[in-house]
């Protein structure tokens, strides 16, 4: 787990990309990448207390993509981008679309 110190909050993605991309990397060796999710510790400003964050990790969206199965991901209408990202001083919320098999259209925030 790693820790974030309150004035280095940009850090948390890049600690996450940092992670993302090495799980690439070990895939591309032919390796498996065991890790699902991450955990970070982070200042929470409101409650003036360190917080884990917690979210999925590469190897976590492609085996949760895997085990869901039979759908494809829409772009955003207001963007046109296969993930949204809405970003506010306190928190980034992807948001994205995706249409089943059956038809069904879904989406996450």
């Known amino acids: 787990m790693a820790t974030v110190e309150p004035d280095k ?6 600690l996450t990309e ?3 991309e090495e799980q690439i990397i070990t895939e591309m ?4 990448a065991r890790q699902y999710v991450y955990t970070i510790k982070t200042w929470d400003a409101e409650t003036k207390q360190m ?6 990790s ?5 085996e949760a993509v895997r085990k869901r199965g039979n759908f494809r991901f829409q772009p955003c209408s207001c963007c ?3 993930v949204h990202v809405d970003e506010d001083p306190k928190e980034f ?7 089943t098999r059956t038809g069904m ?3 996450s925030a």
Request: hydrophobic share 30%; aromatic share 8%.
């Open 9 to 14: 909050i940009p850090e948390i993605i890049f």
């Open 18 to 20: 940092k992670r993302d």
């Open 29 to 32: 060796k032919n390796q498996v």
């Open 51 to 56: 917080k884990d964050v917690t979210s999925l």
């Open 58 to 62: 590469y190897a976590g969206v492609k």
């Open 80 to 82: 046109g981008k296969t």
């Open 93 to 99: 919320r992807p948001r994205l679309r995706f249409m």
């Open 105 to 107: 259209s879904c989406s």
